[in-house]
């Protein structure tokens, strides 16, 4: 969770954004607009929806306005049916390639998440038999 | 890697669209409290709403390469979703 890279989708969306804005570069990291009702304070995302951070700042002493982007909650859409391959398949990579995977073996069973599609995803809601297991970049 | 499991409930992750100081945002769908790898932790922590304060917990995971991954693990699945 704590990579610059794994932003590469955000600002890949970020530049297309800024492109169709002739009036500012980076429209997409300006501050979170911040709404205080009363003891709550929400930012607002692209889409218009709020959330409430009042227990992120008062408790963990966020800030408001450091949050960016907001793209919404439906801009990165997380795999929830992993489908693997497994070795012996047709779609199995050759094993010489030297891409980026997160690796795991939980219950005895390894498995392999590419970056190239964690990039794009940032979330695989995944389980192993009875454990459930969310893996993120 | 984390555990998306609390109280007996299973939670699906899903990226907020916030990012905060270079790091995603997360949030579950079932409850939309949002979750946060506060610097130096080891797991989410679920910074505002319903799970307030209650942690996920990292579990092992590796970067690595294919090749080395896989020479290790001659056994592993692949991810094939594109």
């Not at chain 2, 506060?38 to 990292?58: M, N, Q, S, V, Y």
Request: charged residues 20%.
């Amino acid at each position: 969770m704590k990579a610059y890279l794994k932003v590469f989708g955000l600002f890949g969306l970020a530049a297309f954004l800024a492109c169709s804005s002739s009036t500012s570069s980076s429209a997409a990291e300006e501050p979170a607009p911040v709404v205080q009702q009363e003891e709550k304070i929400f930012i607002i995302d692209r889409t218009g929806k709020q959330w409430d951070v009042t227990h992120a700042v008062k408790k963990y002493g966020m800030k408001a306005d450091e949050f960016q982007f907001g793209l919404g909650p439906n801009a990165i859409p997380p795999i929830n049916n992993p489908i693997f391959a497994a070795p012996g398949d047709p779609n199995y990579p050759s094993l010489n390639q030297t891409f980026l995977v997160i690796g795991t073996i939980l219950n005895d069973e390894p498995r392999a998440y590419p970056l190239f599609t964690l990039t794009s995803h940032e979330v695989v809601n995944d389980r192993f038999g009875d454990r459930f297991v969310a893996i993120g970049y | 890697m984390y555990s998306r499991e609390i109280d007996g409930q299973i939670l699906t992750l899903s990226a907020s669209g916030w990012t905060y100081r270079n790091t995603f945002v997360l949030y579950d769908k079932e409850t939309e409290s949002l979750w946060y790898h506060l610097k130096g932790d080891d797991g989410l922590t679920c910074i505002a709403g319903k799970f307030a304060d209650r942690k996920l917990p990292e579990l092992n995971s590796v970067l690595t390469r294919w090749n080395t991954w896989v020479n290790s693990n001659p056994e592993s699945k692949f991810l094939m979703n594109q």
